[in-house]
Nanobody, 119 residues
Framework: QVQLVESGGGLVQPGGSLSLSCAASGSIFGINVMGWYRQAPAKERELVATISNGGGTNYADSVKGRFTISRDNAKKTVYLQMNSLKPEDTAVYYC?????????????WGQGTQVTVSS
């Protein structure tokens, strides 16, 4: 059974930094796109950043220049470095893996990790 396990959330002051990681366990093949999404209270889940197998990245406008997504294919892990954090970045952050293997496409989600930006 495939699980995505996230770590690194917490409480940070405005202007501070946090680093999130998400590692896949179990038999997962053909990982294509890895990404991070977030959901604030009473809001819909939104894209934060994605990174393709080839290293191409895509960011939400609200985090460009502040957040950096990266991946380690050998470790089946995706990272999110978050700098210059703002109170509006407060949300539950979810990692997401999309796979394509033998003609089958799957999407996996992590359990979520809370990020709170507050003084």
């Amino acid at each position: 059974q495939v699980q995505l396990v996230e770590s690194g959330g917490g409480l940070v002051q405005p202007g501070g930094s946090l680093s999130l990681s998400c590692a896949a366990s179990g038999s997962i093949f053909g990982i294509n796109v890895m990404g991070w999404y977030r959901q604030a209270p009473a809001k819909e889940r939104e894209l934060v950043a994605t990174i393709s197998n080839g290293g191409g990245t895509n960011y939400a406008d609200s985090v460009k220049g502040r957040f950096t997504i990266s991946r380690d294919n050998a470790k089946k892990t995706v990272y999110l470095q978050m700098n210059s954090l703002k109170p509006e970045d407060t949300a539950v952050y979810y990692c997401n893996f999309r796979t394509a293997y033998s003609g089958t496409y799957r999407t996996y989600w992590g359990q979520g990790t809370q990020v709170t930006v507050s003084s």
